[in-house]
């Protein structure tokens, strides 16, 4: 497809997925692009954007609300150690995020004033804040002109524009020159442009089970139009069950419920008589880590990739070790 080809098509699909937008879109706390919407503070737009990395909207809503009453601001977070925010994150998965979310608090309280940065590349500096990240700050909390690229923006573009199912497996340069080409002139229209095209595929052009029979733009797309092509690859799910990722999670579960370091031993292997309930413990954990230590147990993990997870959450500095045992 020209760059002329696409200009047109773009000045007919745009109005439409906007209008769509504007209509129907989800009215998020962090979303600033609808009309009705009463605001978000970047730090809080930075927030969303840390949490909604691989992780749904529905997940990310109740904890996000926790966090921006707990920690309303940078300065609010970085002066709590790490350790609670990885305990306040919860079951969002992947808890790194937490602590980089907290360097970058850190960061912003010693380098900005304890304020969010306003450019893509101050963004970029801070921990954790990739090209991703750094670009959909910019645009939502600054409303500058930024090329906002997710998975869900890629599928779309896809199907709309290139007539294929799914994206290519990794982001490559023609996707990237293809998005800088749809992007608006109009800062104000590229921000509700990218807030629209990310919705569209959240809702409705969705990977598996697409609803084109409400796509606002059903009729332009290159991908209906060439019958709807199966995907060029077969996209590889993650796996979960008995996996290391599973492990890490039960075993991080039990040290955010736990009031004190918990014995190593307790992770390894169940005390005797812990089936029945009257195993005698030396450790008295509240009744949630209890129930979140019999959870871990059940996974039957073989002790070696216990001892794997153990070492690992202890390398990566989420999980620290005393003579009493580990904690956050």
Request: net charge negative.
């Amino acid at each position: 497809m020209t760059t002329n080809s696409i200009d047109s098509k773009r000045h007919r699909t745009s109005r439409l997925i906007e209008e769509w937008f504007l209509a129907t879109g989800r009215d998020l706390p962090w979303r600033t692009a609808l009309p009705h919407s009463t605001g978000c503070s970047p730090w809080g737009i930075m927030v969303s954007e840390f949490m909604l990395q691989q992780t749904p909207v529905s997940r990310v809503l109740p904890v996000w609300e926790i966090w921006m009453t707990r920690w309303p601001t940078p300065a609010a977070l970085a002066a709590e150690p790490s350790s609670e925010a990885v305990r306040a994150w919860g079951r969002l998965g992947y808890p790194r995020r937490a602590q980089r979310l907290h360097a970058a608090a850190v960061a912003i309280v010693e380098q900005h004033d304890g304020e969010v940065p306003g450019t893509r590349e101050e963004l970029q500096a801070l921990p954790g804040v990739g090209v991703y990240t750094s670009a959909a700050i910019a645009a939502f909390a600054f409303g500058r002109r930024e090329s906002v690229v997710d998975t869900n923006i890629r599928r779309v573009h896809a199907r709309l524009f290139s007539g294929k199912a799914l994206p290519s497996p990794s982001f490559t340069a023609a996707e990237a020159r293809l998005a800088e080409e749809l992007l608006p002139e109009d800062r104000a229209e590229s921000v509700t442009w990218n807030a629209a095209v990310m919705e569209l595929g959240a809702l409705v052009c969705t990977a598996r089970s697409p609803k084109c029979q409400e796509c606002p733009v059903a009729t332009e797309c290159a991908w209906l139009a060439a019958g709807s092509p199966e995907p060029e690859y077969v996209p590889k799910g993650q796996s979960w069950h008995g996996t290391d990722r599973q492990v890490r999670g039960a075993v991080m579960a039990v040290l955010r419920e736990a009031g004190s370091p918990v014995p190593r031993e307790l992770f390894l292997a169940p005390p005797a008589d812990w089936e029945t309930g009257t195993a005698n413990l030396s450790w008295s954990g509240s009744e949630g880590a209890l129930g979140r230590l019999d959870a871990l147990h059940r996974l039957k993990a073989a002790p070696e990739q216990l001892e794997r997870c153990l070492g690992g959450l202890l390398k990566d500095g989420l999980a620290n070790e005393s003579d009493a045992g580990l904690s956050l």
